[in-house]
């Protein structure tokens, strides 16, 4: 693994907290887009976020059980937003053009995994991998943020063709030990560095942040 993981601060819902987010040293940030999702941010919300994040800093919006079609066509009304994290419980390969797509699935067991693979044999082919995959803990009728962690020691072993991120009950306690396990491309984290559902505690994501890296360092 590079030392240089990606991190990213999902469920951001305020200007305050992305640009608190980047100066921590964050590279991207989530921008929920799930109407349940106790993180829920309005369309109205979006440019105030977004206008807050240096050039580098991704905005990655996340989806859940939308079409790919319709998801890159609310991403696209902002202009900032380059990266679509979809979540979905069916899901078809399709082009995410001119957006990254991270597809994320849940993770309890091999059988998951190998929902993955079959997945990205498909999109394999008909010439539209993602950018990357993301996994998460497995909690019905959730999708993310639920402080529940992932199987990191399945996940040791799991390195399909293309950049891993590891999601799932991540904190500042816990992060650098994940890292050590899974050896992802990136890690993601919501609940893990929050007041409340929401809203993010400056102290917990600069820990999170200096604990994921230097896990990845060494």
Known sequence: MSSQLRIKICGVTSAADARQAALLGADAVGLNFFAQSPRYVAPAAVESILRELPLFVDAVGVFVNERLHEACELAGRFGRIHTIQWHAEDREPDDPFPFRLIAAFP????????????????????????????????????????????????????????????????????????????????????????????HKDPERMRRFIGNAREAANR
């Open 107 to 198: 993770v309890a067991d091999q059988q998951s995994l190998l929902a993955i693979t079959r997945y990205l044999d498909q999109c394999r082919d008909v010439g539209h991998l993602p950018a990357a995959v993301l996994v998460d803990a497995q909690v019905p009728g959730r999708y993310g943020g639920t402080g529940q962690t992932a199987p990191w020691s399945l996940l040791a072993d799991f390195r399909p063709p293309l950049p891993v991120i590891l999601a799932g009950g991540l904190t500042p306690d816990n992060v650098a030990e994940a890292v050590r396990i899974v050896r992802p491309y990136g890690v993601d984290v919501a609940s893990g560095v929050e007041i409340s559902p929401g």
